[in-house]
C-alpha cells in the first residue's frame, strides 16, 4: 500500500504536497467572504454587521472539527509511521463517529438557545432579525460543518490532499452560484446566504463520508471500532490549540464588536467585519502550509526519521519567511480593492476599514511563523504547548491589547491590537522552539 507521507522530502516537494491545502485553505476562507459580499451588495451593511456578530456561534462549531481533525490527524499519523495501521483506522473511525454525535448534540442545543445566545452576543433590536435568520440557517449544518474541518485534515494525512482542495473548491463554487441565486431571483436575504454556505460545506462532508466508506485502498477508511476515551481525550488534548484558535476567534470578534460599537456604531462594525474577511484570507496560506505539512512532520516523528524532520523544519522555516513578506506587500496592494468588494469606494465604512487596515496589516509579518510554531507542537503530539502558544496569541495578549489599547489612543488602538499581539507571541514562539529543539531534534 503507497503511503505519500513516507517519502523523502525536498523543497520542491513538500511545497507541492501543501499547496494543495494552502489553496484549500484559501478557498474556503472565501465562503464566509463571499456571503459578506453578496449581503453587503445586495442587501445592507446592517446585514453584513449582522454576520459578524452571529459568526462567533459557527467559530465555535468549526472549532469543535478542528480540534478533532488536528489532534485526530497528529495521532493517527503517528501510528502510521510506527506501523500501527489497523490501530490508525480504528481511531479514525472513532473520531469520525465523535465528530457526528457532537454536531447532534450542538444542534439540538443551539435550537433551544439561539436568542440568547445572540443577545449575548451584541445583537440589537437593529440587527437581531437578520442574525437570528443566519445563524439558525446554519444550525442545520452543523454536522457536515464538523465533518469537513475532520475530513480536511484526514484527507491528508490519507495522503490524498488534492481531493480535499477539489472538494473545497466544488463547495466554494456552489456556494457563490447559490449565494445569487437565493438573495437575488429568489430574495431569500440573509437566510439564502446561509444557506448557500451549508450546501457548500454539504458536498465535502458527504463526499467524505463515501470516499473513507468504500475506497480500501486508502490507508485510511471506516472499520469497526469502540469507545476508547484515552483515544478521544488524548485527540482533544493534542488538538486543543486549533479549537482554542477558533474559540478565540469568536471572543475576539465579539470584543471587536463590542468596541465598535462603543465608538463608531454599526458602521464600525462592517468595517472590522471587512478586515476580518481579509485577514482570514491572507492568514489562510499560512494555515493551509502549516495543516500540510503537520501529518508529514508526524509520520517521520512516529517512523524516528530525525534527518527528515530537520530538513522539513529549515524548508518550512524558508517558506514562512518569504510568504510573510509577500503576503505583507500584498495587503498593502490590495486592501483598497478587496475592500470596495464590500463597501462603496469613499463610503464611510471603505475609509474606516481603510485606515484601519494599515495598521492591521503589520501582524501578518509576524502570524505566519506563530501559526506553524503551534501546528509544530501539534504534529508533535505536544498539544500543551502548542495550546499555550495558541491561548496566549489569539486571547491573552490580543483580548488584552483590545480591552486596553483603545481607552488610551481610541479606535487606533483597536487597529494596534492584533499587530501587538502577534509580536509578543512571536517572542513566546521563539522560546519554546530554543528550550523543546533537542527533545524532537528539528535543528
Known amino acids: 500500500m503507497n503511503n505519500s507521507l513516507q517519502k523523502d522530502f525536498n523543497f520542491t516537494s513538500l511545497i507541492k504536497f501543501s499547496l494543495p491545502t494552502v489553496a484549500m485553505m484559501v478557498f474556503m476562507s472565501m465562503y464566509s467572504t463571499v456571503d459578506g459580499a453578496f449581503v453587503s451588495k445586495f442587501i445592507n451593511t446592517n446585514a453584513l454587521s449582522a454576520l459578524n456578530i452571529a459568526y462567533p456561534l459557527f467559530n465555535g462549531v468549526i472549532a469543535i472539527g478542528v480540534m478533532l481533525g488536528a489532534g485526530g490527524s497528529a495521532l493517527i499519523a503517528k501510528k502510521m509511521g510506527e506501523g500501527k495501521l489497523e490501530e490508525a483506522r480504528q481511531d479514525f473511525s472513532l473520531i469520525v463517529y465523535a465528530g457526528i454525535a457532537i454536531g447532534l448534540t450542538l444542534t439540538i442545543a443551539g435550537a433551544v438557545f439561539m436568542k440568547p445566545m445572540l443577545h449575548f452576543l451584541g445583537a440589537n433590536e437593529a440587527l437581531m432579525g437578520y442574525c437570528y435568520d443566519y445563524a439558525f440557517t446554519l444550525l442545520l449544518f452543523t454536522v457536515p460543518t464538523i465533518l469537513q474541518m475532520i475530513f480536511q485534515y484526514l484527507f491528508i494525512t490519507a495522503g490524498n490532499p488534492h481531493l480535499g482542495l477539489v472538494l473545497i473548491i466544488a463547495g466554494g463554487c456552489m456556494n457563490i452560484v447559490l449565494d445569487y441565486v437565493f438573495i437575488v431571483p429568489l430574495n431569500m436575504g440573509i437566510s439564502g446566504a446561509a444557506l448557500a454556505t451549508g450546501i457548500g460545506i454539504l458536498i465535502p462532508s458527504l463526499v467524505g463520508l463515501v470516499y473513507f466508506s468504500f475506497n480500501k485502498k486508502s490507508p485510511l477508511y471506516f472499520v469497526k471500532t469502540k469507545l476508547q476515551l484515552p483515544v478521544l481525550s488524548h485527540s482533544c488534548t493534542n488538538g486543543s490549540s486549533e479549537m482554542v484558535t477558533e474559540l478565540s476567534n469568536a471572543v475576539i470578534t465579539f470584543l471587536y464588536n463590542a468596541i465598535m460599537l462603543k465608538y463608531i456604531g454599526e458602521d464600525g462594525v462592517a468595517a472590522i467585519t471587512i478586515l476580518l474577511y481579509v485577514d482570514f484570507m491572507l492568514k489562510a496560506v499560512f494555515l493551509g502550509f502549516s495543516m500540510g505539512v503537520s501529518p508529514i512532520i508526524s509520520y517521520n516523528y512516529g517512523s524516528q526519521n530525525t534527518e527528515q524532520i530537520k530538513k522539513i523544519f529549515k524548508y518550512c522555516l524558508s517558506f514562512i519567511m518569504a510568504c510573510s513578506g509577500i503576503i505583507y506587500a500584498s495587503s498593502i496592494i490590495f486592501a483598497p480593492y478587496l475592500t470596495a468588494i464590500f463597501a462603496p469606494k469613499g463610503s464611510n465604512v471603505y475609509n474606516l476599514?481603510?485606515?484601519?487596515?494599515?495598521?492591521?496589516?503589520?501582524?501578518?509579518?509576524?502570524?505566519?511563523?506563530?501559526?506553524?510554531?503551534?501546528?509544530?507542537?501539534?504534529?508533535?503530539?505536544?498539544?500543551?504547548?502548542?495550546?499555550?502558544?495558541?491561548?496566549?496569541?489569539?486571547?491573552?495578549?490580543?483580548?488584552?491589547?483590545?480591552?486596553?489599547?483603545?481607552?488610551?489612543?481610541?479606535?487606533?488602538?483597536?487597529?494596534?491590537?492584533?499587530?501587538?499581539?502577534?509580536?509578543?507571541?512571536?517572542?513566546?514562539?521563539?522560546?519554546?522552539?530554543?528550550?523543546?529543539?533537542?527533545?524532537?531534534?528539528?535543528?
Open 353 to 443: 476599514a481603510i485606515g484601519g487596515f494599515m495598521l492591521y496589516n503589520i501582524s501578518f509579518l509576524f502570524s505566519g511563523f506563530n501559526i506553524f510554531s503551534s501546528a509544530l507542537f501539534t504534529a508533535f503530539s505536544n498539544g500543551k504547548i502548542s495550546a499555550v502558544i495558541s491561548f496566549f496569541r489569539t486571547f491573552l495578549f490580543l483580548s488584552a491589547g483590545l480591552l486596553l489599547l483603545p481607552s488610551l489612543v481610541g479606535i487606533r488602538g483597536a487597529w494596534m491590537a492584533v499587530t501587538v499581539s502577534e509580536g509578543m507571541s512571536l517572542i513566546m514562539s521563539l522560546s519554546f522552539l530554543f528550550k523543546y529543539r533537542t527533545k524532537y531534534q528539528y535543528i
